[in-house]
T-cell receptor, first 115, second 116 residues
């Protein structure tokens, strides 16, 4: 299985509820990033968290990183219908096999927020 | 301040033809990355380039695929003799001169290639 696996694969909630998505990875990292992709569109960068950080906030987004468990979570509070999208985590896979450029993406979590 | 630009947005090719995908990075960015996304899947890294240099092409198929980022002009991903399995969305991303996955990569809207 690959670096960066999201859980759950799909999540359906009502507007106003919170959505939590998880990401696990295998190797040590320098940073982990979360992206959003609306259907048929490009990726929008949401937040980057470095390996020496444990939590980061941006508006309604809260990201945590636990390097001991090799996992991260993305929490979207007070969700809106416009948050409906696929969410991906991506890691940089520190190590000699990564010459600094490669981001490794998970399969994504498909979030559906019903009005 | 324009973001990463890709063209064309949609490309239809018949088997055996060539596909050329273009990417103009954000202003001030000198690092370009190409990723491929198959339906219902995440993005897979293909190649990482700086101006006139290929830094990491570990994700690029050995045959039929090539990439360049010349001193002037956009980065080009070229697929020769396309097959149906090449049908996918191809995304380009760029990052500032410090580069690498240590920095945020900004993505373009993608080129959706359909091989008939």
């Amino acid at each position: 299985s690959q670096q960066g696996e999201e859980d759950p694969q799909a999540l359906s909630i009502q507007e106003g509820e919170n959505a939590t998505m998880n990401c696990s990875y295998k190797t040590s990292i320098n940073n982990l990033q979360w992206y959003r992709q609306n259907s048929g569109r490009g990726l929008v960068h949401l937040i980057l968290i470095r390996s020496n950080e444990r939590e980061k906030h941006s508006g309604r987004l809260r990201v945590t990183l636990d390097t001991s468990k090799k996992s991260s979570s993305l929490l979207i509070t007070a969700s809106r219908a416009a948050d409906t999208a696929s969410y991906f985590c991506a890691t940089d896979a520190e190590g000699i096999y990564n010459q600094g450029g490669k981001l490794i993406f998970g399969q994504g979590t498909e979030l559906s927020v019903k009005p | 301040n324009a973001g990463v630009m890709q063209n064309p947005r949609h490309l239809v090719r018949r088997r055996g033809q060539e596909a050329r995908l273009r990417c103009s990075p954000m202003k001030g960015h000198s690092h370009v990355y190409w990723y491929r996304q198959l339906p219902e899947e995440g993005l897979k890294f293909m190649v990482y380039l700086q101006k006139e240099n290929i830094i990491d092409e570990s994700g690029m198929p050995k045959e039929r695929f090539s990439a360049e980022f010349p001193k002037e002009g956009p980065s080009i991903l070229r697929i020769q003799q396309v097959v149906r399995g090449d049908s996918a969305a191809y995304f380009c991303a760029s990052s500032p001169p410090s580069g690498g996955a240590h920095e945020t990569q900004y993505f373009g809207p993608g080129t959706r290639l359909l091989v008939l």
